[in-house]
């Protein structure tokens, strides 16, 4: 089989690069192709364009990049033409990655979407364009099953990847060694990977800091950012950098401060205790609490369907609120095992095997089926 695998930031890589795994077990004459990342790469994709290219955050910086996201797609959309793949497989990016399946119904290509557009937490009305346009939907929270039966779909849950990749994980035991992190306990700081979410949250972790000199504090860096970016840290002793191994300070950390995303979900699954921040540009922040149809921005508050971790957005994620909640956190307080015990929950409900041999398994059926049909 020849797979097209599209995924436009990292976490979408990391996922598709365990998928390209599963799916070479089942299919080991394989050939894949794509956009993506690192994860895919090695897992053996031939890369067209990497994901760092196409990271835009937010309605305005969409906006302003409306030519270069156009271009992208025409690259894409060409050299999907040119492979002539058996299926193309979307993973998450919703913007980008709609209007790809939108292309390949008209064109005649077979796609699977793995990994959903959030249509239900920001436009319940597009979950009408993908049952129209996706061949098969493959999703990853539990409640998408029911939401998709709405519109009287059936898609194929097939657990949670973000579990698959905690479990997956060797600690290393020389990691604290490595980062010169063994005097004190560690509070893990997880500012995001783009520029706009350092910008506005670096500076007010560096403030959370500069109240707990008795911590050590550890920002998960990302590599290939601009190092200014993480200025506000570099006047603060108690504060480190950690690069690539996210997972490894995850499972040292006591505590956590985390900007919502999949990182939330990944500090929940290693058990520990978070704050989530939020904080975009005014207009941005207007239209999100427009468009917006669900009560939480984070995934471990969405999957247990209540409020597990403080989400402190905007105006809310300021030094006076965040410090007050650590204090908790930090501390074997009843908050902290509130948090603890709702993690064990999440957990629970999540824990149904690989998702991406779940998925692998249930596309190479479907894709078989077509082939014999």
């Known amino acids: 089989m020849r797979y097209y695998i599209i995924a436009g930031e990292r976490s979408g890589d990391l996922h598709g690069g365990n998928l390209v795994k599963a799916l070479r077990q089942r299919d080991p004459q394989a050939t894949f192709r794509g956009f993506g990342g690192e994860y895919m790469r090695e897992a053996?994709?031939?890369l067209t364009l990497h994901y760092s290219d196409m990271a835009f955050m937010g309605f305005a910086q969409v906006v302003l990049n409306l030519n270069r996201i156009s271009k992208f797609i025409k690259q894409c959309t060409a050299d999907i033409r040119d492979f002539k793949p058996d299926v193309v497989?979307?993973?998450?990016?919703?913007?980008?990655?709609?209007?790809?399946s939108a292309f390949c119904k008209k064109?005649?290509?077979?796609?699977?979407?793995y990994i959903t557009p959030k249509v239900w937490a920001w436009g319940v009305y597009r979950a009408r364009e993908l049952?129209?346009?996706?061949?098969?939907?493959f999703v990853i929270l539990p409640f998408e099953k029911d939401f998709f039966k709405k519109f009287q779909w059936e898609v194929d849950y097939v657990g949670n990847p973000v579990l698959d990749a905690v479990k997956a994980h060797h600690r290393d035991d020389q990691f604290l060694s490595?980062?010169?992190?063994?005097?004190?306990?560690?509070?893990a700081l997880l500012p995001g990977s783009r520029k706009q979410e350092l910008e506005r949250l670096v500076p007010v972790m560096a403030e959370v800091a500069r109240k707990f000199p008795e911590y050590q504090f550890a920002v998960a860096a990302v590599s290939n950012l601009d190092k200014t970016l993480y200025t506000p840290f570099s006047e603060l002793k108690n504060v480190s950098y950690v690069e690539e191994q996210?997972?490894?300070?995850?499972?040292?950390?006591?505590a956590a401060i985390v900007t919502s995303g999949t990182a939330t979900l990944e500090t929940a699954l290693f058990r520990v205790p978070q704050i989530v921040v939020y904080k975009t540009s005014w207009?941005?922040?207007?239209?999100?609490?427009?468009?917006?149809?669900?009560?939480?921005?984070?995934?471990?508050?969405?999957?247990?369907?209540?409020?597990?971790?403080?989400?402190?957005?905007?105006?809310?994620?300021n030094v006076d609120h965040l410090a007050g909640e650590l204090k908790q956190l930090l501390t074997d307080s009843p908050r902290r095992k509130e948090v603890l015990n709702g993690y064990d929950e999440i957990i629970r409900i999540l824990d149904t095997g690989s998702a991406s041999e779940n998925a692998a398994a249930l596309m190479t059926r479907y894709l078989t089926q077509q082939q014999e049909s």
């Not at 497989?89 to 709609?98: A, K, V």
Request: net charge positive.
């Open 178 to 187: 490595k980062w010169n992190l063994k005097d004190k306990q560690i509070i």
């Open 246 to 254: 996210t997972y490894d300070l995850l499972s040292h950390a006591r």
């Open 107 to 113: 064109n005649g290509f077979r796609n699977f979407y």
């Open 283 to 317: 207009i941005n922040y207007k239209i999100s609490k427009w468009v917006i149809q669900v009560p939480y921005i984070s995934l471990v508050n969405l999957i247990a369907g209540k409020e597990v971790v403080k989400e402190m957005i905007q105006d809310d994620a």
């Open 89 to 100: 497989i979307l993973i998450d990016y919703g913007g980008f990655n709609r209007q790809i």
């Open 131 to 137: 049952k129209k346009n996706v061949d098969r939907m």
């Open 44 to 46: 053996g994709v031939t």
